[in-house]
């Protein structure tokens, strides 16, 4: 009897050290750093409406410093994923976070609040579009382990209604993510000063690109635009070659106003830091 019993047990114990693996592989498949990252790799980039040409590529604004900032700054609820840390310091979990901001880079950020708190927030839309839930719930997962690690509580939003809002936002913002180009052929001259907007060289000729939500002032900024075009003077042409009269730089001046208005209608000002992070 002692040696079935024996034997028993040893079955008992191998069975769950056999479940325990194969639940600990499922796990770090479903939270691992395997997945691809929308926000940070390079997928195949949406289509966004243009009065132009394939949209020239913005340098994106410089990453923030991995030292904490004041949330007000630095999160913004309509695009980041927040959740809220109480119990610990960030000076306390910062070696623990280092190897989450390499994961996620510039799109994660770990920020002091009042009353002793502290805010990991994600970077949830871009002009790539909206992360995947996966992504979203390693984020979540990896912030929720850090903070256990250190006898911290954390609340966050539901994931589901936070990527809701995200890619609600994003089809809004779809509509409204137009660059405005702008063709001289045969310019007399190939530089000029740009104040709001950029000169690029072409074959024959130059061509002047402006990023509607990323710029300040649409209104001067074209016109300023319209102005160093008329300076070069070459030919003024569309993205098919036929001629820009004051007619058509008009009926454009006209879209850029209506593009603008539409910004501002679902809160974003163009140019401010909302739209540089959120049309990056």
């Keep these: 009897m002692l040696v079935i019993g024996a034997a028993a047990v040893a079955g008992v114990l191998v069975y769950n050290r056999v479940q325990e693996r194969a639940t600990r592989r499922e796990a770090e498949q ?3 750093s395997k997945h691809a990252d929308l926000l940070l790799d390079q997928p195949q980039e949406r289509r966004e409406p243009t009065l ?28 980041d994923y927040v959740l809220e840390l109480q119990g610990t310091t960030a000076g306390a979990i910062r070696p623990d ?3 989450l901001q ?9 920020t002091e609040a009042a009353g002793r708190r502290l805010h990991a927030t994600l970077q949830m839309v871009s002009r790539n579009g909206v992360i995947s839930e996966a992504e979203l719930v390693e984020f979540r997962s990896q912030v929720e382990a850090i903070a256990a690690a250190h006898g911290a509580s954390v609340s966050a939003p539901p994931t589901r209604a936070a990527l809701d809002a995200a890619q609600a936002l994003d089809r809004a913002c779809a509509d409204v993510d137009v660059q405005i ?6 310019a007399a001259e190939t530089s000029s000063r740009s104040e709001g907007f950029s000169i690029g060289k072409r074959p024959d000729g130059v061509t002047l690109l402006l990023d509607v939500p990323r710029t300040p002032n649409l209104a001067a900024t074209y016109a300023a635009m319209v102005e160093a075009a ?13 001629p820009l009269d004051e007619r058509a730089l008009a009926a454009i001046g006209v879209e850029v106003e209506s593009l603008r208005a539409r910004l501002v209608e679902i809160g974003i000002e163009p140019g401010s830091p909302l739209a540089l992070r959120l049309f990056s």
């Design 30 to 32: 479903a939270f691992g």
């Design 52 to 79: 132009g040409p394939a949209p020239v590529a913005t340098p994106d604004p410089a990453p923030p410093p991995a030292a904490t900032k004041s949330v007000a700054q630095a999160a913004d609820p309509r695009i």
């Design 230 to 242: 008329r300076r070069l003077g070459g030919r003024l042409v569309d993205d098919n070659g036929n």
């Design 97 to 99: 976070w280092a190897g």
């Design 102 to 110: 390499r994961r996620f880079a510039r799109r994660a950020l770990l």
């Design 181 to 186: 180009a702008l063709h001289v052929l045969g």
